[in-house]
């Protein structure tokens, strides 16, 4: 696999972890999501890994994002 692949599939993959968790209703609608810290700690990525995935999940409309808040 190439290095683009592969971070493609891994930017995919740090994605649907929370995505998932989501859905299963660990996050409850309308309930603030952790700080990027406490995500990045939980999920075992970077505070910019963290941005980049919660913009997707907003992209996904998974997630709305408030000035420096996260919903779901």
Same mark, same amino acid.
């Given at each position: 696999?190439?290095k &683009?692949a !592969? @971070?493609?599939? !891994? $930017? !995919? %993959? +740090? &994605? +649907?972890?929370?995505?998932? !968790? $989501? &859905? %299963?209703?660990?996050?409850?609608?309308?309930?603030?999501?952790? @700080?990027?810290? +406490?995500?990045?700690?939980?999920?075992?990525? @970077?505070?910019?890994s &963290?941005?980049?995935?919660? +913009?997707?999940l907003?992209? %996904?409309e998974?997630s709305?994002?408030?000035?420096?808040?996260a $919903?779901?």
């Amino acid at each position: 696999m190439n290095k &683009v692949a !592969q @971070s493609t599939y !891994q $930017i !995919q %993959r +740090d &994605v +649907d972890r929370p995505a998932g !968790q $989501i &859905v %299963r209703g660990v996050y409850k609608p309308g309930e603030y999501l952790p @700080s990027e810290t +406490d995500l990045a700690k939980v999920f075992m990525l @970077s505070k910019n890994s &963290v941005r980049l995935v919660l +913009d997707k999940l907003v992209k %996904r409309e998974l997630s709305k994002k408030y000035r420096a808040w996260a $919903i779901w």
